[in-house]
């Protein structure tokens, strides 16, 4: 897959983590960071006991999504030729992401280039959208 460098196409997450769990998990992690298709994963090590997602780089923009950091891709939109992964990974199937307002975020995520595909809006209510590399699930905190 080449990279668009239109908006809308996730580049990287940043993830509070460490990378002997990524290694013990089977990724082969390089300089930091584990390559998955066209997403690549910075693990940034754990901050006390924060762990997960701590920012993302989406193509086309820096824009924040409702108290989600976007950063800017260190490497420009170029694509990584990821390794082959002990366990057999080979790409992201989906970011969850959780808000406690539907009506502030799901407008957000569409300004970022999130192709919202549907809602539900019950109990805990739930979004589905697509990026070129993976789907972003949106939940009610």
Known sequence: MSLD?????????????DVVSWENAGFSVVN??????????FLAGRVSDERGLSA??????????????????????QAHAPPDH????????????????????????????????????FDFGGGFGRFPTCSCRLFRR
């Open 86 to 121: 002990p366990n057999g990974v080979t790409s992201i199937d989906h970011v969850v992401v959780q808000t406690a307002d539907f009506g502030r975020t799901i407008p957000e995520l569409e300004a970022v280039g999130l192709e919202l595909r549907r809602t539900r809006t």
């Open 56 to 77: 993302w780089s989406l193509a086309g923009g820096t824009q924040d999504v409702d108290g989600l950091t976007s950063v800017p891709y260190p490497f420009g939109a």
């Open 32 to 41: 930091g960071a584990v390559v998955l298709d066209d997403v690549t994963l």
């Open 5 to 17: 460098p239109e908006q809308g196409h996730l580049l990287a997450l940043h993830i509070r983590d």
